[in-house]
């Protein structure tokens, strides 16, 4: 399904269910405990990473140097990953569940208690590698050259 950033309806469901609305023209989205953070984390650092557009699909890139590892489906991110609806994303005890239904794309965030997080989660350690690409964002060379989704 190839997506259009400007037709894209975002929705950001906060854990007090209070709801932020976005157009695809928002894109990237930020994840971070910063005040200009899209998907804010409880803690954390201000970037920890950032969602956005390529190829008309949505894939998350990890910042470098976390404190703590992002996951994507349980796997810690060591690169960009595509985005697909019904995936999750994981920083500290943040969780956040993406869908995707036509041209509305919505993001829900909630805590996760820390008893629920997995040992590898604990145990793992950073490590993102991308190739820099002049916009601020360094991404992969895997999602900015590649033909398609798997």
């Known amino acids: 399904m190839q997506q259009s950033d400007l037709n894209l309806y975002i929705s950001i469901v906060q854990p007090d269910g209070r709801e932020q609305q976005h157009s695809g023209s928002s894109l990237p989205l930020v ?65 956040i569940a993406f869908s995707i239904s036509g041209d509305k794309v919505c993001f829900t965030i909630s805590a996760v208690p820390r008893e629920y997080r997995t040992a590898a989660h604990a145990a793992a350690t950073p490590g993102p590698t991308s190739a820099g690409r002049g916009n601020g964002y360094d991404i992969p060379v895997d999602i900015a050259e590649s033909s398609g989704m798997s």
């Open 31 to 95: 994840i971070g405990s910063g005040d200009g953070a899209h998907i804010r984390l409880s803690s954390g650092p201000a970037v920890a990473g950032i969602i956005a557009q390529e190829q008309g699909h949505l894939f998350i890139q990890p910042t470098v140097n976390l404190q703590e590892p992002l996951f994507h489906n349980n796997v810690r991110l060591s690169s960009s990953s595509w985005l697909k609806s019904g995936d999750s994303i994981q920083y500290g005890n943040t969780l």
